[in-house]
């Protein structure tokens, strides 16, 4: 099983050896995820949000040398970033539910890029309040945003629709 993270325009001239082919590739469990990047004191993160949950986690620091164990890489931010959040599960499960990690190119999901605009705006910010890249707490900036309700999901947050995700696959 492979889970896709399409990314955006701007990592596709960064790292565009390290795309895959664009066949249909699918996750059963978490479905895709779209990614974007920006900067904090010169230094690459990417942002990657799940198209369904609008779930985002930071990924900070990414080298283009770490692309080569980039599943590794997702799965530990994802689970990180998910125990941060009290969401309280399986690291075996979780490697299973992701699989391994295909970047492919942009598709365009023009809710969950509309999305990651919103975030970024509030990164911004965030940027000029904590300064510098070792003063920021990516973990608690996340949670933060994967807390904020949305009219899209009739004022539920992220957070909320990705433990009723998970609810589905675990026993």
Request: aromatic content about 12%; glycine content about 2%.
């Amino acid at each position: 099983m492979s889970t896709p993270i399409h990314i955006s325009k701007k990592l596709e001239k960064l790292i565009s050896k390290h795309i895959g082919k664009s066949t249909t590739v699918s996750n059963l469990y978490l479905g895709k995820w779209n990614a974007n990047l920006f900067y904090v004191d010169r230094k690459k993160c990417w942002l990657v949000t799940n198209s369904e949950t609008k779930f985002s986690i930071i990924i900070p620091n990414l080298k283009s040398s770490d692309l080569k164990s980039f599943t590794e890489i997702f799965i530990e931010n994802f689970y990180s970033q998910l125990i941060y959040e009290g969401i309280l599960i399986d690291f075996k499960q979780l490697k299973h539910w992701i699989g391994s990690v295909v970047i492919l190119p942009t598709d365009n999901d023009r809710r969950t890029i509309g999305t990651q605009n919103l975030i970024l705006e509030s990164l911004k910010y965030w940027k000029y309040e904590f300064q510098t890249f070792e003063n920021m707490p990516f973990r608690e900036l996340t949670m933060r945003l994967n807390s904020s309700p949305t009219k899209s999901f009739n004022w539920k947050n992220p957070h909320e629709q990705l433990i009723k995700k998970l609810k589905t696959y675990v026993q």
